[in-house]
């Protein structure tokens, strides 16, 4: 199991993550760890938990701006997807297989559907 500790550097805040003898810290300033917050609790959301805060926060559509997208499998076989969205910096995200099935699916059948009908349902 990972460990996570979330510290103070002057202003900024320090995220470090361990898991067996491999650690990595990553600090970042006010606003990309608000951006990281609300990143975490919309997946949270996607797949049907709680925060446990005020889960009628606003949602914040953050753009992909990795040059790449990069899907593949961690060593549990698990599906992974890198990218860097927003001024975030870049992240993995560690998929179930059914929420990979969900999200390829649900990605399918927006693909599919009529450019006019994806914008008559707010784009997407």
Known sequence: ???ISVTLEGDN???????GEQSTAVVMDPQAA?????AVSQLLAAI????????DMPEEIVDVTSQTIDVGMDEHGMAVVALQ???MPPFLLR???DEARHIAN???EILNS???????????
């Open 13 to 19: 805040i320090q995220l470090a993550f361990q898991k």
């Open 95 to 97: 998929l179930k297989d």
């Open 48 to 55: 049907g938990e709680s925060t446990g805060e005020d889960d």
């Open 114 to 124: 009529p450019r006019d009908v994806r914008v008559s349902h707010g784009d997407h």
């Open 106 to 108: 649900s990605l399918l």
């Open 85 to 87: 969205a927003g001024m």
């Open 1 to 3: 199991m990972a460990g």
């Open 34 to 38: 608000r951006s990281l917050v609300r």
